[in-house]
């Protein structure tokens, strides 16, 4: 699972922290005009900033069907993607050859150019739609 916040109109990687109120923003490539980054390694800048300094947050999950069969992406491998098969048919997931890691819990990896409808959704988690 991935975030992605929006800090002054600008997108950056996002990472929950254990204060519920506070994200890490990270800039990777040039460097924030926000002076408050710091350098974390070459090329990467973090910030921490409280939930109501962002314009958005979103978690962002990829999902893909692989030989019509819906599935979550877990990694992306380059030229494979490491998938969770959520079709809840044990059966359909064993014919898939997938790794059954315990019920209704079906993992694999296929080449990317085998999968359909790869896509991304995000998800809006703060502020939250109800305005709380």
């Known amino acids: 699972m991935a975030y992605v916040a929006y800090l002054h109109g600008h997108e950056y990687e996002a990472a929950l922290t254990q204060d519920p109120n506070v994200v890490d923003l990270y800039s990777e ?5 926000d002076e408050r980054f710091t350098e974390l390694a070459p090329g990467i800048r973090t910030r921490s900033v409280r939930l109501d300094e962002l314009d958005v947050l979103y978690n962002v999950e990829w999902y893909c069907e692989y030989k ?7 990694t992306d491998l380059g030229d494979r ?3 969770q098969y959520v079709g809840g048919d044990i059966s359909v997931a064993e014919s898939l050859g997938l790794k059954i890691q ?7 990896v296929f080449p990317r150019d085998q999968v359909d409808n790869l896509r991304e959704v995000r998800r809006q988690i703060w502020p939250r ?3 709380s």
């Not at 490539?29 to 005009?33: H, I, K, V």
């Not at 019509?68 to 877990?74: A, E, L, T």
């Open 29 to 33: 490539g040039e460097s924030p005009s």
């Open 68 to 74: 019509g069969h819906p599935f979550i992406v877990d």
């Open 81 to 83: 993607l490491a998938v």
């Open 102 to 108: 315990e019920p209704l819990v079906a993992t694999g």
């Open 129 to 131: 739609e109800n305005g």
